[in-house]
């Protein structure tokens, strides 16, 4: 399989810690271990770098908007010290109950990321941590793989996911799943899957 042109990343439970409290502050974001070197290693590989996230504490009321914005400078602080750039961030503000066409598992947010790259669904590939990032890759036509670092029930959402896409690629976090796009190593009949 040749390289992508594109990643693109979940953010809570790929690149930083997860709470189903939801990250509100930018004292709660903590990357998880490897997943800023993952992300400098693609953009040294000539990657292009997205985040597609739900960010329903927005709509729900949860934290405002500068902490929103607080908690992203944060982010993209330590990716660049990391040395890695994020090339475009697609977030979802608002609720489940909101009826928007951006939240996952609908497809807005892979949408607007390619267009922003100026990327073919074919180009590119969405890693995330929940089925909905799974179903919303589907859906745009994004090939996906899925990552074990976030909070929810690690097999559940393998099983969920595996009915999706039966030849999905997972692995225990980012720093492996991204060595494993840039080794080339990225299986088609499943052979990477975690127990």
């Not at 990716?79 to 961030?89: P, R």
């Not at 066409?101 to 807005?108: A, D, I, M, N």
């Not at 990327?119 to 994004?142: N, Q």
């Amino acid at each position: 399989m040749s390289l992508p042109k594109a990643v693109l990343l979940d953010r809570d439970g790929v690149i930083n810690f997860d709470s189903p409290d939801y990250i509100l502050t930018p004292e709660q974001w903590h990357p998880i271990p490897g997943s800023l070197e993952a992300i400098a290693k693609l953009h040294k590989a000539g990657i292009s770098i997205a985040i597609c996230s739900n960010q329903s504490g927005l709509g729900r009321g949860m934290m405002n908007e500068e902490l929103f914005h607080a908690i992203h400078a944060k982010m993209l602080l330590a990716i660049e010290e990391a040395g890695g750039m994020l090339t475009h961030a697609a977030y979802c503000p608002h609720n489940p109950d909101d009826q928007c066409s951006c939240r996952k598992p609908l497809p807005g947010l892979v949408f607007e990321a390619l267009k922003a790259l100026n990327i073919k669904a074919e180009h590119a590939i969405m890693i995330g941590d929940s089925t909905r990032d799974i179903e919303a890759a589907h859906a745009a036509g994004v090939d996906s793989v899925l990552v074990q670092s976030g909070y929810g029930n690690a097999q559940a959402i393998l099983q969920r996911s595996l009915v999706i896409n039966p030849e999905i690629n997972v692995y225990p976090d980012l720093a492996v799943a991204v060595d494993s796009i840039l080794s080339h190593n990225l299986s088609t009949t499943g052979e990477n899957r975690c127990s």
